[in-house]
Every structure is written in structure tokens, then in C-alpha cells.
């Protein structure tokens, strides 16, 4: 833990170094600009605007003058940083925007690979509390329980900018307790003449290879054209596509991904009990799930937009924006599960070290593709009636749908003392070594324990209307203005599961009639010929052959041997979210100053149809006790914002803002259902029942946002350093309590109830620093020195956080999930004739990744501070055509992370991420 602190001390001092040098470049430049007599004559100073300004230096100078521009706090990335750097998706774009990092979706704790990072988080706040936007309209997303937008599905092709708005006026939709991501789409009145850009790469990743099927070479192919066209060209068009394919294949150590893998046992040596806090335990931790998982990943995107603009005159722009975008995942899974039997303390334990009397090896499989689709069509019209008035119409459509599947099959053994083994935990990380080597490696112990079939479909349709009338309210104008505006949103979200298990029976020596008569087949019967190491080199990991057992399994009839019906119906739900706004906003502006106020009025009404259990009922079939149930939620807000922006000097920009945000509960907390448990009869006196409700009254979180920024602009807008501090009032964090009701009432009877229900209580305060510089080195350095450009950013943040735990005590698990306490980007570009580069560095520092139980102080898992290096090179070889060499994660910087306990940190997962390396060709007509 210690080298971990000091190599984020080093690297934070570097890239700091960085930023020092740069800025003490930038105040060299401005003093001199401010002495006449320490510089070259004026005609001379203004060297750069006779530069030929391309590429990344195109981009800077673009990205600072939006963000000059911006009314509020907002800072973002331009094209053509996103066409030239390496990322693959928006959410490793958007990584780069100070405070902005990118996530897993699922985390340490997931059952998915760890291969790309879906969503992003603004200033540390969740991606469920984050809401991105194209071109300003919201876009449909699907997901099981949360709100967060898949940005992985979108190709950088066909943006123009990826930008952070930090401070929310009243005109933009609330549901952004940290800030939005809008993704702005190219324009072709942009351009001077028409332009077709084709790119085609070919890669390889470094850890992609065999494990049963081959693999082949990621690919990235992508094309655009824009051009104007009839009388005046009053008229634009906007026409892209991409397709992708990336190839991975990991090996995962995940000895903690679950909660009770690390156990702590109490102090008395004759007592069995595992506990879940650390202070009534011996201090000993447990490994008592160590797990491998083999991966193997293909991606599949292909995307096709289309954007038609008319812009007759200079008082009138219309658009109409329509794309497609689809995501094939395909994703296979191998299981070594060792496991101890719990029910006994570990033998001859210390510290680091025990031995379980009792061991079994599990060998599983999944096979869990995601296929992936999302529409989106938007409307846009913008009309000036005079120089003081206009009107903004925007209107837009969206469904988004996710079929994902996910079949498994698992072969379990008894425990045994032939497969008992011993454990040392002193590296950190578990490393086991079994007893009997001969027998561990006997799959003919194995049964079959289940084979499943799971399939689910969650979608999504978005309608979203905004329309508003300006007055005196555009950024040239001046003096007194207003805008008052309405929208809607609404949002109809299904999620539906069909869920069947049984199990594979040997009848090549069985006369039984029925074949569930027979016995089960066992893991000789259906294995692969490969084989992997553990930790134990004497002891091997098997690969199910699934496809073989599944084909038994189909001869069979598929007998289904367990009722899962229930899960077939317990998690179905559909939600219909309708969302009505109403907005003013007053501004007055000088040449210097402007401030600007706002009041929104929010109202949002919630459907939700479910079913919930009533343990009352027979249960044969098990989805016989589940009822359908609606459940309404109403809620509206009052949302005021004021921003003042101040013009200190020609370079100083001084900004402050305050704004009240929302964020919408999540879909989980939505659908909790209700649940009574089966009164317990067999002891009159004290019947007792469990009791699982939902909350209609629940309401979104509720952040008051503070922000003071400093920017200074120089070297004629072509430099940039800037300080931003934020500060986050969040009230109404959701939270599960349990509850003991001593006379609760169930059909006319009173029990002594357990009660769960989701409920608005803690409070927390968000808080920190950004700082960020760039600096163009044109006019600073001598030829060719001043194709240099460097832009990098630190931030930092943190938090006070409590929530109540499942036992209704108070607890502080060390800041918001998700929230890093530094964030550090650096990049350094280089352009020089027909050639360019660009090396960019990414650190995220620890921080809280899954509370994986919501009782005791044992379920921590954090992920470990990481550092990315990507390059790319670039050589025009003429006008219209570009080789481009390109490198992802230069040292193959893997994700860690870990359980942390009072005596120290335990890995939880350990997972690979490979480097990979393209060569591609970009051509310009």
C-alpha cells in the first residue's frame, strides 16, 4: 500500500512538473506581451496569426474558445483530438475532460470481463447521477436497474465536441447531480467546401490468443461526408458509418468479487461463526473462494448517422439528425472455483496462513452474449424573428434495446479431505496449494450441478420536446434579456426475463423409463482437452466442453429438474416516467459582465408495473405467489441557478455559479416490489413474518452546486491555464432500512415483522479543485520547437459520506462509490510539416468501487490507482492521405482491485488489460 502512495506521489509530481513548466512558459509570454520593450516588434508578436492552424492545434485553440464562450463552467474535448488520439469510444474520450474519468459498469463485482469502461463520472458523483445528451436531447438507454448512458456505443466519427457542462442552467434538463455530457454532431456549414474522410486500422491485442476458438485482428473502419448544396447552398448533409471489431481474452484472479470470500472468524478456536465486523473477530482474514475465470471477448460495432441541415438565411437553421448504432458482445466465461467448506474454522491459522480440512474445485461455464441496439432521431429548429427575438424547437425520438443471454453450467464435487488444501495470503494475493494433487485433479468427482438457460430483454423509448422564445438573449447582445421555455420527457423503460435449469443425466448404461431416473453425467464426460496452470502447479484448470453438454442436454428433452419460475417473473417490470418542465431565465450583459438567473419547475410522474410476492399463496409452480402490482411515484421541484461571468482584463476570466440538481432514483429502487414472507405458525406466541416493501414516496436526490472558476487566456487565445472549486450539497441519498415492527398487521392479524423498504435520509457534501493549462508553444519556441502543444489537467476531490446499513447503524465507508481523489490527464502533441504525434497519459487514483454487503464492515472493495500511456504517430504523405501509427495502453497497465481490511488490503480481482497497436490509413477528398 505504501509503494502504491508513493507511485502516485511520483507521478502526480510529473505531471505537475508539467503543468508548472507550462505555465511558467505562458507568464513568460504574457509579460513580455505586456513590456514592449522585452519583445519584438508587434507585427512580429502577431506571428501566429499567419500560422496555418491544423490539426491538434486546430483543436485546442477550438476546444479553448468553446469553452471561452460557454455561459457557464463547462469544459470539453474537440475535433480533431477526438479523430487522432487512439480512443476507441466516447466514455475514453470523455476520460480526458478535467474531472472526468471512465468506469466499468459493473465494477470489481461483476460477472462480466472487465474489458471496457461503458460509463463515465463527472467530479466523482455516480454515472447514474450523470445524464449525456446528443446534441442537447436526451438519448435512450437500457439497463436492468440504473439510468447510466452505454457510451461505448458511439463512435467519435461524427463528433465535433464531447463537453462537460458543470454548471446547469434552468434551460437543461436537472437530472445531473454532477454535471452533463452533451455530445455535439459535426455541422457542414462548418466547413468551406465539401469533405470525405475514410479511416481504416488493423490491431492486435496483446493478451488476445487462444483459449478454445481463435481469434482474429480488431479492425476499425469508419467514413464521412459532408457537403452544402442548392441555391446559396442553403442546404447541408452529414453522412457517416463505422464498424468495428476488438478481440480480447483475459485471465482473471478473483478470490473476492463476491462478499463472504474473505471470512473472520471469532476469537474463541472451538466456535465455527463467521462475523461481519472486524472487531469481533480474531483479525485472522479467511480466503475462502479463491476463483479463476478465463475470458474470451468479441465486440462488434457498426453505426450509421445522418444529418440534413437548411439554413436559408442567417436568421434560420433547421436540422434533422437520425443514427443508428449497434454493439455485438460475445462473451464466454471458464470457471476454477476452489472452495472450502465454511461451516469449519480454518486449521492451524495465523496471519497470513491456514489450512481448510475440508475442499472441493468447481469447474463452470457461461457463454453471455449482449447484443445491443439503439435509434436515435432528433429535430432541431432555430429561428430569429428580428435581431432582439427567437424561437428554439427541438424534438427527438429514441428507443434503445439490450438482448443479453446467459447460459451456464457447473459441475460440483462433495467436499472431501482428498481436496482440502492450504492457504498463504502474505503476497497479498491468495495462493493455494492442495493436499492431494492426484485427487484434485480427478474430474470424474465432479456432477453436473445445473445447466441454465437465461435470456432477458430490456428496452427503452424516449420522447423528448423542448421548445423556447428568446429575448435579447444571445451571447453578442447586450443589456437586459429573457427566455422562457417547456419541455418533456417521456420515458417508457420494460425489462423482461424467461429463466429454465435442469440437468444432464447419463443413460448410456440406463434402463430407468423416466431419464431423470438416471444418474447424473459427470465432468470426465464433457471436458476439454486444454488445460490451464493455478496457483498449485500440480493442480490444473478444466474447461467444460458446454457445447457438448448442451447438446446431451437438447437430446434429452431438456428436463427441467428446478422451478425457477419465480425468476422468470420476480425481476419483470415496466415503467412509464412522464416529466413536465416550464423554465425562465433572465440575463443582463455588458462588455465585460453578465449574470444570468434562472427558475425551472420540474413535476415528474412515475408508473410502475411489477409483481410481488405474496409467500401466502400456494407455490407450486413458484411464480404461483406473485401478483401483478402498480405502484405510482409523484414528485416536483422548484430549481433555481444564477451564474456571473466577469471579463477582469482581456485575458482574466472570472466566473461563479449556483445551481439545484436532481438525480432520478434508480430503476432498482423503482421496481423494489413487495413481499411478505410465510407467518411463522409453529410457535403461536411469537409468530413472526419478513417483509419487503417499496417506497411511493421516495424522492430523486437533491444537490445544491457551488462553483468559482479562474480563467486566463493567452497567446491570442491559442493558451489556457484554469482553476476551478466546486462544492456539492447532497441531500436525500436512498438507502435500504430494516426495521423490527412489533404489531404489524397481515390479513387482520398482528406478527412481529422484519421490514425492508428504500427510504430518503443521509446527507454528504462533494468537494474539490480542478486545474488545468494549455499551452500552445507557437511563437514561444524556435522553429521547429513551436510545433509543440501540451494541455494537462489535475483534479482533486473529496467527500463526507454516510449512509445506514442493513443494521441501522450509521456508517462511513470512506467517500462516494466511484470517486477518485485525484484525476490526472497530460498530453503532448507535436506537429511539424506532414509530421505529428501525440503522447497522452491518464491517472486515476483508488477509490471506492462496491459495497458488496450492506451489514458489518467487511465488504469494501476498492479499485487501485491506475495509469495509462497511448500513443499515436502520424505522416502525411500527401494533401489527402495519412499513415497512422497508433498504441493503447503502452504498458499493459491491468485493472486491481481490493478488499480492505484494518490489517491491510487482500486482492479481490486481479483482471488483464492488454496493449493494442494499430496501423491505419486516413484519406481526405
Not at 410 to 420: A, E, G, M, V
Not at 462 to 472: I, K, Q
Request: charged residues 20%.
Amino acid at each position: 500500500m505504501e509503494s502504491n502512495k508513493k507511485l502516485v506521489l511520483i507521478r502526480s509530481c510529473a505531471v505537475v512538473s508539467l503543468f508548472v513548466a507550462g505555465a511558467g512558459a505562458a507568464l513568460a509570454q504574457s509579460n513580455d506581451a505586456a513590456n514592449p520593450s522585452a519583445s519584438e516588434p508587434e507585427e512580429e508578436v502577431a506571428v501566429l496569426d499567419t500560422v496555418t492552424v491544423t490539426g491538434f492545434r486546430q483543436a485546442n485553440s477550438a476546444a479553448i474558445s468553446d469553452k471561452r464562450e460557454a455561459t457557464g463552467i463547462t469544459d470539453g474535448i474537440n475535433q480533431d483530438t477526438i479523430g487522432l488520439l487512439p480512443d476507441l469510444t466516447v466514455s475514453d474520450i470523455a476520460r480526458r475532460i478535467p474531472g472526468v474519468t471512465s468506469v466499468s459498469s459493473q465494477g470489481g463485482s461483476g460477472v462480466r470481463s472487465l474489458a471496457g469502461a461503458e460509463n463515465i463520472v463527472i467530479r466523482g458523483l455516480s454515472p447514474d447521477f450523470n445524464l449525456s445528451t446528443f446534441d442537447g436531447a436526451p438519448i435512450a438507454t437500457a439497463s436492468e436497474n440504473n439510468r447510466a448512458a452505454n457510451l461505448s456505443l458511439f463512435p467519435p466519427s461524427i463528433i465535433t465536441r464531447i463537453e462537460a457542462v458543470k454548471t446547469l442552467t434552468a434551460d437543461l434538463n436537472p437530472h445531473g447531480l454532477s454535471g452533463q455530457l452533451n455530445l455535439k454532431t459535426m455541422s457542414a456549414f462548418d466547413l468551406s467546401d465539401s469533405a470525405t474522410t475514410l479511416r481504416a486500422s488493423v490491431g492486435q491485442n496483446s493478451t488476445a490468443g487462444d483459449i478454445v476458438d481463435d481469434q482474429g485482428d480488431n479492425y476499425r473502419l469508419s467514413g464521412l461526408h459532408a457537403q452544402t448544396f442548392g441555391m446559396n447552398d442553403q442546404f447541408g448533409l452529414i453522412v457517416s458509418a463505422s464498424s468495428e471489431k476488438f478481440y480480447s481474452t483475459t485471465f482473471d484472479f478473483r478470490p473476492a468479487s463476491v462478499s463472504a470470500s474473505y471470512l473472520f472468524y471469532t476469537e474463541d478456536p472451538s466456535d465455527n461463526t463467521f462475523v461481519n465486523t472486524f472487531e469481533d473477530s480474531n483479525g485472522f482474514v479467511a480466503p475462502v473462494q479463491p476463483q479463476l475465470f478465463l475470458f474470451e471477448n468479441e465486440q462488434e460495432r457498426a453505426s450509421a448517422a445522418a444529418k440534413l441541415e437548411w439554413q436559408p438565411d442567417t436568421r434560420t437553421y433547421a436540422s434533422l439528425f437520425a443514427g443508428l448504432f449497434y454493439q455485438d458482445e460475445q462473451e464466454t466465461r471458464h470457471e476454477h472455483l476452489v472452495l472450502a467448506d465454511r461451516s469449519q474454522r480454518p486449521d492451524n491459522q495465523t496471519q497470513n496462513t491456514g489450512d481448510w480440512a475440508l475442499g472441493k474445485i468447481e469447474a463452470g461455464f457461461v457463454y453471455q452474449p449482449e447484443e445491443t441496439t439503439t435509434t436515435a432521431i432528433t429535430g432541431k429548429l432555430d429561428h430569429e424573428f428580428d435581431n432582439d427575438n427567437a424561437l428554439h424547437l427541438t424534438g427527438s425520438f429514441s428507443s434503445a434495446e439490450v438482448d443479453v443471454i446467459r447460459n451456464m453450467s457447473k459441475f460440483f464435487p462433495p467436499y472431501s479431505d482428498l481436496t482440502s488444501f492450504s492457504y498463504d495470503i502474505s503476497s497479498g494475493n491468495p495462493v493455494v496449494s492442495f493436499v492431494d494433487a492426484e485427487a484434485s485433479n480427478d474430474p470424474s468427482t465432479s456432477s453436473i450441478g445445473y445447466i441454465r438457460e437465461r435470456t432477458q430483454k430490456i428496452q427503452q423509448d424516449l420522447t423528448y420536446l423542448d421548445a423556447s422564445f428568446e429575448h435579447n438573449f444571445e451571447a453578442q447582445d447586450r443589456g437586459l434579456g429573457y427566455q422562457i421555455g417547456a419541455a418533456f420527457t417521456g420515458r417508457d423503460h420494460t425489462f423482461d426475463r424467461e429463466y429454465i435449469e435442469g440437468d444432464v443425466f447419463d443413460t448410456a448404461n440406463c434402463s430407468e423409463a423416466e431419464v431423470t431416473d438416471c444418474p447424473l453425467v459427470t465432468f470426465d464426460q464433457f471436458i476439454e482437452d486444454v488445460t490451464f496452470p493455478t496457483t498449485d502447479p500440480d493442480v490444473f484448470f478444466y474447461l467444460i466442453d458446454d457445447a457438448a453438454l448442451r447438446s446431451a442436454w437438447a437430446a434429452q428433452g431438456k428436463p427441467i429438474t428446478n422451478d425457477r419460475t419465480d425468476n422468470s417473473i420476480n425481476s419483470d417490470y415496466m415503467i412509464d416516467e412522464q416529466i413536465l418542465a416550464f423554465y425562465m431565465q433572465a440575463t443582463y450583459k455588458t462588455d465585460r459582465f453578465q449574470v444570468q438567473g434562472g427558475l425551472r419547475y420540474d413535476a415528474t410522474e412515475v408508473d410502475v408495473n411489477l409483481f410481488v410476492r405474496d409467500q401466502s399463496l400456494p407455490s407450486d409452480p413458484d411464480s404461483a405467489q406473485y401478483v401483478a402490482a402498480t405502484r405510482n411515484y409523484e414528485y416536483d421541484f422548484l430549481l433555481p441557478s444564477l451564474i456571473a461571468t466577469y471579463n477582469a482584463t482581456d485575458q482574466l476570466l472570472l466566473r461563479g455559479g449556483y445551481s439545484r440538481t436532481i438525480g432520478r432514483p434508480n430503476f432498482a429502487f423503482l421496481k423494489r416490489g413487495e413481499s411478505f414472507g410465510i407467518p411463522n405458525l409453529d410457535d403461536p406466541s411469537n409468530p413472526t413474518i419478513s417483509v419487503s416493501i417499496g417506497n411511493t414516496d421516495l424522492k430523486p436526490l437533491v444537490s445544491n452546486n457551488f462553483d468559482l472558476s479562474a480563467e486566463y487566456y493567452f497567446d491570442n487565445g491559442g493558451s489556457l491555464i484554469s482553476v476551478t472549486g466546486f462544492y456539492k450539497d447532497v441531500a436525500d441519498l436512498i438507502y435500504i432500512r430494516t426495521t423490527e415492527v412489533p404489531d404489524y398487521e397481515f390479513d387482520g392479524d398482528l406478527y412481529q415483522a422484519t421490514v425492508t423498504q428504500p427510504l430518503n435520509a443521509t446527507d454528504s457534501t462533494v468537494y474539490g479543485v480542478e486545474f488545468a493549462v494549455r499551452k500552445d508553444f507557437a511563437g514561444t519556441l524556435p522553429a521547429p520547437f513551436d510545433g509543440f502543444v501540451f494541455d494537462g489537467n489535475i483534479t482533486w476531490i473529496g467527500s463526507e459520506f454516510t449512509y445506514i446499513n442493513a443494521e441501522g447503524d450509521e456508517r462511513d465507508p470512506g467517500g462516494w462509490l466511484n470517486q477518485p481523489e485525484l484525476l490526472a490527464n497530460a498530453q503532448l502533441s507535436y506537429e511539424y510539416g506532414p509530421f505529428g504525434a501525440k503522447v497522452a497519459y491518464s491517472w486515476v487514483d483508488e477509490y471506492l468501487s462496491n459495497i458488496l454487503a450492506d451489514q458489518g464492515d467487511l465488504y469494501d472493495m476498492y479499485s487501485m490507482p491506475r495509469g495509462v500511456i497511448d500513443l499515436q504517430a502520424r505522416y502525411d504523405i500527401s494533401e489527402s492521405v495519412t499513415l497512422l501509427a497508433e498504441v493503447q495502453n503502452l504498458t499493459e497497465e491491468g485493472l486491481e482491485f481490493n478488499r480492505r481490511f484494518p490489517v491491510g488490503d487482500y486482492l479481490g480481482v486481479g483482471a488483464d488489460r492488454g496493449r493494442v497497436a494499430w496501423l491505419g490509413v486516413n484519406v481526405n477528398f
